[in-house]
C-alpha cells in the first residue's frame, strides 16, 4: 500500500471524523518475515520495506537506565527492569540478534521513512517509568524523530507524562469511554478490537471529538474487514501484508456518477419530469440550485406548496436534504439549495458564504457519506452570486479551505454563476479538479455561457471520465442544462 500521510500528520489534523484510508501498524514490526523476530532491528526495516505506515514497539528500562526495544518484561528469564546493561546486551531475540537497545533501533528508523509508535511498557516499579518515559522523549526528539513518533502506553503513570512531556501525540491502551479519554488529555485511543466491539458506537464518538482510532491486535481476515468497515483510522496488526491487500481492495478507485441541476424554482416543469430526467442518469449524487419548500410563485403554479426535496427523493428513491438560504414571509415557504443522494448523509453542514455587499445570501451544503458503509466521501451543492464578479471570486476561495479540510476526497457542484476564464473558476480550476465540460448551459434553449460546474478536491484524487449536459431545448425542464459526470475517485492519492 503506497503511504500517503505520515502517522503524526493524521493523528495531529484533528478533524470530526475518520480519515479516508485506514493506516497499517505493524505490530512489534514485521516480525513474522523471514529471518525477523517480535521488536528486532529486522523487524523494523521489513515493516518500512512494505510500505506499513508505522512500526509498533515497546520500550523498558534496565537497572542501570539504559533503554531497551522488547515486548515481555524479561528477556529468556532475565528481567529488564532489575537487570544491568552488560547482562542485557549478551541477550538474544529469537532470530539471533541482541536485544536492541532504543538508541540503535532509533538510529535505523533515521534511515527509514515509516512513522513509529513507542510504547512504554508499565513497570512494577513505577519510579522506573518516571526515569524511562522523559529519557524515551529525549532520545527520540535528539535523533530527530519527534515529528515522526507518536506515544502509547497501558500505564497511567507513563501516560500522564508523556502527555505533559512529550508534545506529541498520546494515545491510551486501557478502554475508557470516549469522554474520559479526553478529560485525562488523550489524542486518540488505540483500543483492542474487544473493546470497539462490545462498545462500536465510540468509534463514531471519537471521531465527533477529533480523536483518532486505532485497533489492535487484529490478524484475520473477518477482524481487519471489521475495522476496515468500522472506520478505523489505523489497523494495528501482525500480518500487515493481508491488511494491506484488504485495506487496497476496500479502497479501490471508485467510479461515481454525478450531476447539477438548476431548477428554476420549477417553474417549468413538474417535480415527475425533473425527476424522469435525473432517473435516466441514475446518478450517485446531485446537487440542485433555486429549490423552493412549501412556497407559492405565479409562474410555478404545478409546484406550488410541494416540498421539491421530498418529492424529488420519493420519486428518485434517494436520499433529500435541503439548504435553506430564504424565508418567504408572503406567502410563506422556503428558497435554497438541495443534495439529492444515493447514500445516506452522517452529517450535512450549511455553510454561509461571503456576502460583503448584502444581495441575496448563498451558501455551501456539505454533506459527508459513506461510500459502501466505510469510504468517507464530502459532496457539496452550492449557488454563487449572480451580480458581483468579486463577491463570486471570493465565495469560491472561501469554500476551497472548507472542502480540503474535511481530509477526503470532496466535490462541489453547482451554478457558479461564472464562466470559464473568469476569476473564480480559474482559481477553482488550480486549486481542484475540474470534473465537467466547457459547453455552455445557459440558456437551455439556446445555450451561450457555461455557468454551471464540478470541481474536485484534492485534485490528485479525482479522474474526469466523461461529461456531458442535458440537450437544449425550448421545452427544457429548467433554464439551466442539468451537468452529468463520470467520475472516478482514488483514495490512494
Not at 222 to 250: M, S, Y
Not at 318 to 342: E, Q
Request: aromatic letters at 8%; hydrophobic letters at 40%; proline letters at 5%.
Amino acid at each position: 500500500m503506497k503511504r500517503t500521510l505520515s502517522l503524526v500528520i493524521l493523528l495531529t489534523a484533528i478533524v470530526a471524523v475518520q480519515a479516508a484510508v485506514p493506516k497499517i501498524v505493524a505490530h512489534r514490526g514485521h516480525h513474522r518475515a523471514e529471518g525477523s523476530a517480535q521488536n528486532s532491528i529486522r523487524s523494523l526495516v521489513k515493516a518500512d520495506s512494505i510500505g506499513a505506515d508505522a512500526c509498533e514497539f515497546d520500550v523498558w528500562i534496565s537497572a542501570d537506565d539504559v533503554l531497551y526495544v522488547n515486548h515481555n518484561a524479561d528477556v529468556d528469564g532475565v528481567i529488564i527492569e532489575t537487570a544491568d546493561s552488560k547482562t542485557l546486551d549478551n541477550c538474544r531475540l529469537a532470530n539471533g540478534e541482541a536485544v536492541p537497545r532504543l538508541d540503535a533501533f532509533l538510529d535505523t528508523a533515521r534511515t527509514l521513512g515509516i512513522d513509529l509508535v513507542l510504547e512504554i511498557k508499565p513497570h512494577k516499579d513505577r519510579a522506573r517509568e518516571n526515569v524511562a518515559v522523559p529519557m524515551a522523549i529525549k532520545m527520540v526528539a535528539d535523533k530527530g524523530l519527534a515529528d515522526r513518533t507518536s506515544y502509547i502506553t497501558f500505564s497511567r503513570n507513563a501516560f500522564d507524562i508523556l502527555v505533559r512531556e512529550s508534545g506529541r501525540p498520546v494515545l491510551y491502551l486501557n478502554g475508557v469511554s470516549p469522554k474520559v479519554l479526553q478529560e485525562i488529555g488523550g489524542t486518540g485511543a488505540d483500543y483492542h478490537i474487544n473493546v470497539f466491539r462490545k462498545n462500536p458506537e465510540w468509534i463514531e464518538e471519537l471521531h465527533r471529538r477529533g480523536c483518532p482510532v486505532n485497533i489492535w491486535t487484529v490478524d484475520s481476515e473477518a477482524d481487519i474487514q471489521w475495522c476496515i468497515d468500522h472506520g478505523a483510522d489505523f489497523i494495528t496488526t501482525n500480518e500487515p501484508e493481508l491488511a494491506q491487500r484488504l485495506v487496497e481492495k476496500a479502497y479501490a478507485p471508485r467510479k461515481l456518477k454525478v450531476m447539477s441541476y438548476n431548477l428554476r424554482f420549477g417553474e417549468r416543469a413538474s417535480m415527475q419530469r425533473i425527476a424522469d430526467e435525473i432517473n435516466a442518469q441514475k446518478p450517485d449524487f446531485v446537487a440542485l440550485q433555486e429549490v423552493d419548500i412549501n412556497s407559492m410563485r405565479e409562474l410555478a403554479k404545478a409546484n406550488n406548496g410541494i416540498n421539491f426535496i421530498n418529492e424529488l427523493a420519493r420519486l428518485t428513491g434517494m436520499f433529500g436534504y435541503f439548504g435553506r438560504t430564504i424565508n418567504f414571509s408572503v406567502p410563506g415557504g422556503y428558497y435554497g439549495i438541495g443534495i439529492l443522494s444515493k447514500h445516506p448523509a452522517v452529517s450535512v453542514e450549511s455553510i454561509d458564504l461571503p456576502n460583503p455587499k448584502a444581495v441575496e445570501p448563498r451558501i455551501m451544503l456539505k454533506g459527508r457519506f459513506l461510500l459502501d458503509g466505510h469510504m468517507p466521501f464530502v459532496f457539496a451543492s452550492t449557488h454563487f452570486d449572480f451580480k458581483d464578479p468579486e463577491t463570486i471570486a471570493l465565495q469560491a476561495e472561501y469554500i476551497v479551505p472548507k472542502l480540503e479540510a474535511e481530509g477526503v476526497p470532496a466535490i462541489v457542484a453547482g451554478d457558479l454563476n461564472s464562466a470559464p476564464g473568469s476569476k473564480a473558476i480559474d482559481f477553482l480550476a488550480e486549486k481542484g479538479a475540474l470534473l465537467s465540460g466547457s459547453a455552455p448551459t445557459f440558456p437551455a434553449e439556446e445555450p451561450r455561457v457555461r455557468i454551471d460546474h464540478i470541481f474536485g478536491f484534492p485534485k490528485a484524487s479525482f479522474i474526469l471520465d466523461s461529461t456531458s449536459e442535458g440537450p437544449s431545448s425550448k421545452y427544457a425542464a429548467s433554464d439551466h442544462l442539468p451537468v452529468i459526470s463520470n467520475i472516478i475517485v482514488d483514495y490512494t492519492k
